[in-house]
């Protein structure tokens, strides 16, 4: 049973370009989390989804960032116009449901030059 | 607003010398409290769910506890492998299905 897969595990941008993160959840899970790491921080929550629902995104910026989870394919986390500020680990979790363990994936480090 | 704190930031032993990590919350109303361990470059790797006072869990040399305010993660006759920063999160019953991360402790064990 497959893990979390996240790509690209790694994402080098320049200042004013797009990033794509793609997430695909753990077979089963339909239950989505966006995290986001900066060095020396803890673990930020950014936004939480079902299929085709954003259900709280509470914690993403209301500029540039974006994020979906189409009926079929992987969610995406879209940040537009990136700053050297994006840069950062960004991991998606999966559940079952919305009340239960979170699974991690590798996460993808995004660098903006 | 919530709250989890875990000490120390930092943690030197000894292979074999057990010592214990704290994570301290306040959150109204606990729905669960998870522990994971994290290694350079990678992603949380799940170790522990525990959801009332007095709960415990065990896995190999890790135990884990929870009380009202806290949860301690005991490391026995740790060894150089067990060497990763190791984090705490609480998920709330009336702050949605988030999870609040504290900022980890970073444990080295030496050979």
């Known amino acids: 049973n497959a893990g979390v897969m996240q790509n690209p595990r790694h994402l080098v941008r320049r200042r004013g370009q797009e990033a794509r993160l793609r997430c695909s959840p753990m077979?089963?899970?339909?239950?989505v989390y966006w995290y986001r790491q900066l060095p020396e921080e803890g673990l930020k929550f950014m936004v939480y989804?079902?299929?085709?629902?954003?259900?709280?995104e509470s914690g993403m910026p209301k500029e540039r960032f974006s994020a979906e989870f189409p009926k079929e394919g992987p969610s995406i986390l879209r940040i537009q116009q990136v700053v050297r500020g994006d840069s950062a680990a960004y991991f998606c979790?999966?559940?079952?449901?919305?009340?239960?363990?979170?699974?991690f994936g590798p996460g993808t480090r995004l660098l903006v030059l | 607003e919530d709250q989890v704190t875990q000490s120390p930031e930092a943690l030197r032993l000894q292979e074999g010398e057990s010592s214990s990590l704290n994570c301290s919350y306040t959150v109204s109303g606990l729905r669960g409290l998870f522990w994971y361990r994290q290694d350079p470059g990678k992603g949380p790797e799940f170790l522990f769910t525990?959801?009332?006072a007095g709960e415990e869990k065990e896995k190999e040399r890790l135990k884990a506890t929870l009380t009202k305010k806290e949860s301690f993660l005991h490391i026995t006759a740790p060894k150089p492998e067990d060497s990763a920063t190791y984090l705490c999160a609480v998920q709330a019953v009336n702050t949605g299905n988030q999870f609040y991360f504290g900022t980890g402790t970073s444990l080295t064990v030496i050979p």
């Open positions: 077979k089963g899970h339909s239950h």
């Open positions: 989804l079902q299929k085709e629902n954003i259900i709280d």
């Open positions: 979790a999966s559940s079952p449901s919305g009340r239960e363990t979170q699974y």
């Open positions: 525990l959801y009332s």
